[in-house]
């Protein structure tokens, strides 16, 4: 039974799109283009989104939870059949893989655009997968696929396969349910561990026992076919960049494969679809041996959808996959065959991702205050779901985007998307784009092919901003303290004049830390130190209101803050984002017995001398720092034991101010007063 026999000369005129983000936004694209009509399902909080606001029309069905919303069968064929749907795209993810659903499709007369139900539950078995590729002859790792799940059958398999093996859930994905097992001592603790993963995840014990390479390369090939058996293949994807295997940089064509082994490998996806009756866009993923002669390449899986990545493949070939996807759901022939398909210069995709990858690459969610991408170009693609204002929450992939560069070869095309994310500003929440820009900058990323260990081979220098981190600290210390930006230097400054030096200082929090700047500029030049440690500074200035630093343009963004001494601003530079936060210091925890300065600053009057006795909430001394003045009260009752410092005293933070004699006196209060000047 085929998901597409209903109607299929028909051409479609009504487009429902059962997703969201950047997928919906990109098929509707396509459709418009096509002059199609389309239609949205949405979930609650997406009723707002971009992909709403370019459908021309919008059914929400339901809460923001994708179980009660984007995979309720139910409800997006009611709307299907409410609607007069000709087709249902399901982009990719949610029910795009579900053979259930496009064969519910199909027996209200509705065309799921996606190949055949058959070839859905054909592939969504890694064991009858692996089955099905051994009898079309498509090269296979050394592994066990069986039915037989017993742990000795395994175990068994693993010693006659040789260790390492991999163990992987037989419905599984996205990395879930896959171990690596280096010894047989290890076997059963392991097995033990991905089984209860993959029930947690799919329902399904089952596993496969494979051979585990050690650095392979992921490569993928693009096929397509049509409903009168022509297929072809659109070339190849390398797909080695991953973290918790999964993808984040892709790029068309694969770098560094001869013509002979890129022709081999096309034709295997061929055979592959072939062999399961395929109709429509997949992509079959094979593992790159890396060793030995390096064209060893084995069957890993197949993706019967069309995938997160296809921009790459669309932007070497100069074809639209989505209008492909509807051209063949109408039962026209494939657009083009095998040898009119060219490849044309090289392109690659990273996936912006609201995440920390200092914290191994954990989801983030917030709201994109701030969102720039670079202007325009013919060689770029910026594929989103999202504006400024938009919130990422922990309902959905935690992406922001998709940025797609073309360029005449592989050097071009990675300079280009290295400008593009240097020019790409998003501030409100985590993201990965420092790390990518860290990526692209490696040598042996520009130099050679990546594997797929490059990410935990480079980690540490892929998270290692120190140096950026410290001019951007600067430049915050530097920052106008109004939400204006256009403050220079000499207006901005928050320390004080000795000598004709000027002074600036800053108290930041970033993940954690505490970081006090202290900035110098005179007539022998620029300094700075961080926490105490010098940081060479050559250059201080304003050009159109930004901050350069050593020659380094830094953007200052103004977050929201909450009461008046609760700055929160995100330095951008080329390199680097870093949000900050001011802390209040209205409250601050001192010694028992002594009172400390709580940031650097200038002591600006003393109110009691020793021996003094005092009530709770009386002025002891007032500081000035980033243009504030800060009074020191008595927190309780007591007596005065010394005062360390005199007024016009520079003092850094944690300096001691005043000693107490009564120890009961634990913590001051800070009467922060703002000062105009």
């Given at each position: 039974?085929?998901?597409?026999?209903?109607?299929?000369?028909?051409?479609?005129?009504?487009?429902?799109?059962?997703?969201?983000?950047?997928?919906?936004?990109?098929?509707?694209?396509t459709?418009?283009?096509?002059?199609?009509?389309?239609a949205?399902?949405?979930?609650?909080?997406?009723?707002?989104?971009?992909?709403?606001?370019?459908?021309?029309?919008?059914?929400?069905?339901?809460?923001?939870?994708?179980?009660?919303?984007?995979?309720?069968?139910?409800?997006?064929?009611?709307?299907?059949?409410?609607?007069?749907?000709?087709?249902?795209?399901?982009?990719?993810?949610?029910?795009?893989?579900?053979?259930?659903?496009?064969?519910?499709?199909?027996?209200?007369?509705?065309?799921?655009?996606?190949?055949?139900?058959?070839?859905?539950?054909?592939?969504?078995?890694?064991?009858?997968?692996?089955?099905?590729?051994?009898?079309?002859?498509?090269?296979?790792?050394?592994?066990y696929?069986g039915?037989?799940?017993?742990?000795?059958?395994?175990?068994?398999?693993?010693?006659?396969?040789?260790?390492?093996?991999?163990?992987?859930?037989?419905?599984?994905?996205?990395?879930?349910?896959?171990?690596?097992?280096?010894?047989?001592?290890?076997?059963?603790?392991?097995?033990?561990?991905?089984?209860?993963?993959?029930?947690?995840?799919?329902?399904?014990?089952?596993?496969?026992?494979?051979?585990?390479?050690?650095?392979?390369?992921?490569?993928?090939?693009?096929?397509?076919?049509?409903?009168?058996?022509?297929?072809?293949?659109?070339?190849?994807?390398?797909?080695?960049?991953?973290?918790?295997?999964?993808?984040?940089?892709?790029?068309?064509?694969?770098?560094?494969?001869?013509?002979?082994?890129?022709?081999?490998?096309?034709e295997?996806?061929?055979?592959?679809?072939?062999?399961?009756?395929?109709?429509?866009?997949?992509?079959?993923?094979?593992?790159?041996?890396?060793?030995?002669?390096?064209?060893?390449f084995?069957?890993?899986?197949?993706?019967?959808?069309?995938?997160?990545?296809?921009?790459?493949?669309?932007?070497?070939?100069?074809?639209?996959?989505?209008?492909?996807?509807?051209?063949?759901?109408?039962?026209?022939?494939?657009?083009?065959?095998?040898?009119?398909?060219?490849?044309?210069?090289?392109?690659?995709?990273?996936?912006?991702?609201?995440?920390?990858?200092?914290?191994?690459?954990?989801?983030?969610?917030?709201?994109?205050?701030?969102?720039?991408?670079?202007?325009?170009?013919?060689?770029?693609?910026?594929?989103?779901?999202?504006?400024?204002?938009?919130?990422?929450?922990?309902?959905?992939?935690?992406?922001?985007?998709?940025?797609?560069?073309?360029g005449?070869?592989?050097?071009?095309?990675?300079?280009?998307?290295?400008?593009?994310?240097?020019?790409?500003?998003?501030?409100?929440?985590?993201?990965?784009?420092d790390?990518?820009?860290?990526?692209?900058?490696?040598?042996?990323?520009?130099?050679q092919?990546?594997?797929?260990?490059?990410?935990?081979?480079f980690?540490?220098?892929?998270?290692?901003?120190?140096?950026?981190?410290?001019?951007?600290?600067?430049?915050?210390?530097?920052?106008?303290?109004?939400?204006?930006?256009?403050?220079?230097?000499?207006?901005?400054?928050?320390?004080?004049?000795?000598?004709?030096?000027?002074?600036?200082?800053?108290?930041?929090?970033?993940?954690?830390?505490?970081?006090?700047?202290?900035?110098?500029?005179?007539?022998?030049?620029?300094?700075?130190?961080?926490?105490?440690?010098?940081?060479?500074?050559?250059?201080?200035?304003?050009?159109?209101?930004?901050?350069?630093?050593?020659?380094?343009?830094?953007?200052?963004?103004?977050?929201?803050?909450?009461?008046?001494?609760?700055?929160?601003?995100?330095?951008?530079?080329?390199?680097?984002?870093?949000?900050?936060?001011?802390?209040?210091?209205?409250?601050?925890?001192?010694?028992?017995?002594?009172?400390?300065?709580?940031?650097?600053?200038?002591?600006?009057?003393?109110?009691v001398?020793?021996?003094?006795?005092v009530?709770?909430?009386?002025?002891?001394?007032?500081?000035?720092?980033?243009?504030?003045?800060?009074?020191?009260?008595?927190?309780?009752?007591?007596?005065?034991?010394?005062?360390?410092?005199?007024?016009?005293?520079?003092v850094?933070?944690?300096a001691?101010?005043?000693?107490?004699?009564?120890?009961?006196l634990?913590?001051?209060?800070?009467?922060?007063?703002?000062?105009?000047?």
């Amino acid at each position: 039974m085929t998901a597409m026999t209903t109607n299929n000369n028909q051409p479609i005129k009504k487009l429902l799109i059962a997703n969201r983000g950047e997928i919906a936004c990109r098929v509707i694209r396509t459709a418009r283009t096509l002059g199609i009509e389309t239609a949205l399902i949405s979930s609650e909080p997406d009723a707002t989104s971009l992909a709403a606001e370019m459908a021309d029309k919008v059914f929400v069905i339901g809460p923001a939870a994708a179980a009660d919303s984007y995979l309720r069968q139910d409800k997006v064929i009611e709307v299907a059949r409410q609607w007069q749907a000709d087709a249902v795209h399901p982009g990719y993810g949610f029910l795009s893989e579900n053979a259930d659903f496009a064969n519910a499709l199909e027996a209200a007369g509705i065309r799921f655009i996606g190949p055949p139900s058959s070839a859905m539950s054909a592939m969504a078995s890694k064991s009858e997968a692996k089955r099905l590729m051994e009898q079309a002859g498509v090269p296979l790792l050394k592994g066990y696929h069986g039915t037989d799940q017993a742990d000795s059958t395994l175990s068994e398999a693993a010693d006659a396969i040789g260790y390492p093996v991999m163990l992987k859930a037989a419905a599984g994905g996205g990395g879930k349910g896959m171990r690596i097992v280096s010894s047989p001592s290890d076997f059963q603790s392991t097995l033990d561990s991905a089984r209860r993963e993959a029930e947690k995840a799919f329902g399904d014990t089952t596993m496969l026992v494979e051979k585990y390479l050690a650095a392979p390369r992921h490569i993928e090939v693009q096929i397509f076919f049509d409903q009168h058996g022509q297929g072809v293949y659109l070339f190849d994807r390398d797909c080695s960049i991953q973290r918790r295997h999964q993808k984040v940089v892709e790029e068309a064509p694969a770098p560094g494969l001869p013509d002979r082994l890129r022709n081999t490998m096309g034709e295997a996806a061929l055979a592959a679809g072939r062999s399961i009756g395929y109709v429509g866009a997949g992509t079959v993923e094979f593992l790159l041996d890396t060793a030995g002669d390096g064209d060893q390449f084995y069957f890993m899986e197949m993706n019967t959808r069309l995938q997160v990545e296809h921009p790459v493949t669309e932007m070497v070939t100069g074809q639209d996959l989505v209008e492909w996807q509807i051209r063949v759901t109408e039962g026209q022939p494939l657009p083009c065959s095998q040898e009119q398909l060219q490849l044309r210069g090289h392109s690659l995709e990273v996936r912006l991702y609201a995440e920390e990858p200092a914290r191994e690459f954990l989801p983030a969610t917030g709201t994109l205050s701030h969102l720039h991408w670079p202007a325009e170009q013919n060689w770029l693609r910026v594929e989103t779901g999202v504006r400024a204002g938009d919130e990422v929450t922990p309902w959905y992939d935690p992406m922001i985007a998709k940025l797609v560069v073309h360029g005449d070869d592989r050097e071009q095309a990675c300079q280009r998307m290295l400008e593009v994310l240097q020019h790409t500003r998003i501030t409100g929440l985590s993201t990965n784009r420092d790390f990518l820009i860290k990526v692209l900058e490696q040598p042996a990323f520009q130099q050679q092919a990546p594997d797929t260990c490059f990410i935990p081979r480079f980690q540490t220098t892929l998270l290692d901003n120190s140096k950026a981190k410290h001019l951007a600290l600067i430049a915050a210390t530097l920052a106008p303290q109004s939400h204006s930006r256009h403050a220079g230097l000499s207006e901005a400054y928050n320390g004080w004049r000795l000598h004709q030096q000027k002074q600036w200082y800053g108290h930041w929090q970033y993940q954690g830390e505490t970081f006090t700047v202290l900035v110098e500029s005179g007539a022998n030049g620029c300094s700075a130190r961080i926490n105490g440690q010098q940081v060479p500074v050559t250059t201080l200035e304003t050009i159109d209101d930004t901050i350069v630093v050593n020659g380094v343009v830094h953007d200052i963004y103004q977050e929201a803050s909450y009461g008046s001494h609760d700055r929160r601003l995100t330095v951008v530079s080329p390199a680097l984002t870093l949000p900050l936060h001011k802390p209040d210091h209205s409250v601050a925890e001192h010694d028992e017995q002594d009172l400390t300065a709580p940031m650097n600053g200038r002591v600006v009057a003393v109110m009691v001398e020793a021996g003094q006795t005092v009530n709770e909430g009386d002025t002891l001394l007032v500081l000035e720092a980033m243009k504030m003045e800060q009074t020191i009260r008595a927190p309780h009752a007591g007596v005065i034991a010394d005062i360390h410092h005199t007024a016009d005293s520079l003092v850094e933070e944690g300096a001691l101010l005043v000693s107490f004699v009564d120890t009961s006196l634990a913590e001051a209060s800070l009467d922060n007063t703002a000062e105009d000047g």
